[in-house]
């Protein structure tokens, strides 16, 4: 497996599973801005809630609604119809995730902590998201993590608009990543406070 992260903004995905499972899964795309798709005959609750939001059909699965989608995400409780899907798009270069199924996946969702403009995730070609939860992950990073993120995000964007060597930048670049909190602090202050 390639790690990557992908954007999927405006883009249109499906999730194939009624219940909370896909909601799950429908809320994850959702939050990245996903136009979200949820197929099954039956739909549980929490998904009907979010129709305002979510596409809800409410129809066996059939292979006409992969077509156009970005990625397919199959969380039903029946594992053949799973592998159907799977080999669905897999014909069509369709990105697809199989519930508990990694190898008949040609993409894994990683546990993943999510912190302002950072995202930490851990990830295994064994599906290791099963045993590390994203309270593993805030223990790994605290919230210091996202306040260095911040900072070093601001002072690329003001070191990127006054310097032009980019020699210069790179180096500038590669130290800032150094420095702790207060030492960035004091950095930005200095350097680009009034």
């Keep these: 497996m390639y790690p990557a992260m992908l954007n999927i903004s405006g883009k249109d995905v499906l999730v194939v599973g009624g219940g909370e499972t896909a909601y799950i ?3 994850g795309l959702l939050n990245y801005h996903a136009n979200v798709y949820v197929i099954a005959p039956k739909i549980c609750q929490n998904l009907m809630e979010k129709s305002a939001e979510i596409t809800i059909i409410k129809e066996e699965y059939q ?11 199959a969380v039903t409780d029946n594992e053949e119809l799973n592998e159907q899907i799977g080999e669905h798009c897999y014909k069509a270069n369709i990105l697809c995730s199989i519930l508990n199924k990694p190898h008949l996946s040609n993409f894994t969702v990683p546990a993943y902590l999510k912190r302002g403009d950072m995202i930490v995730t851990v990830a295994s070609i064994n599906s290791i998201s099963d045993i590390v939860t994203t309270q593993d992950i805030e223990k790994m990073y605290p919230v210091i993590v996202e306040e260095k993120t911040e900072i070093v995000g601001r002072l690329r964007k003001l070191i990127a608009f006054t310097h032009t060597n980019e020699a210069e930048k790179k180096s500038l670049l590669r130290w800032i990543s150094t420095l702790d909190i207060s030492e960035l602090h004091d950095y930005e202050k200095r350097n680009f406070m009034c």
């Excluded at 292979?63 to 995400?73: D, H, L, P, R, S």
């Design 25 to 27: 899964k429908a809320m």
């Design 63 to 73: 292979e006409i609604y992969t077509e156009n989608k970005f990625i397919v995400v």
